[in-house]
Nanobody, 123 residues
């Protein structure tokens, strides 16, 4: 599975961005998908995830109610709608795919990673 993240940019606090992750591969629609983020000097942290058909979603406490993860399997796309952005949301955001996992919050559960897209939120 190959993943390509896009949609990052510079936005003011309180603004919104939508990240996209294009997946390719014969069985990409059967993978659970997640978004993680990382800032310099820190470990990659979980943001959100959903199972293969989108029926189950999972969020980190610090983004719950502000971010929404979704997927369109017909288009092999996963999205992260980010609203009410805060300066502390500034990071490189990565999408990832997992063949099978119940540990959605653990980055080690994911088999494939995209290249990351920078999100910068100014105060």
């Amino acid at each position: 599975v190959q993943l390509q993240a896009s949609g990052g940019g510079l936005v003011q606090a309180g603004g919104s961005l939508r990240l996209s992750c294009a997946a390719s591969g014969r069985t990409s629609s059967r993978y659970s998908m997640g978004w993680f983020r990382q800032t310099p000097g820190k470990e990659r942290e979980f943001v959100a995830a959903l199972n293969w058909n989108g029926d189950s979603t999972y969020y980190a406490e610090y983004v719950r109610g502000r971010f929404t993860i979704s997927r369109d399997n017909a288009k092999d796309m996963v999205y992260l709608q980010m609203n009410s952005l805060k300066p502390e949301d500034t990071a490189v955001y990565y999408c990832a795919a997992a063949r099978a996992t119940a540990e959605y919050r653990d980055s080690m559960s994911y088999n494939y990673w995209g290249q990351g897209t920078q999100v910068t939120v100014s105060s």
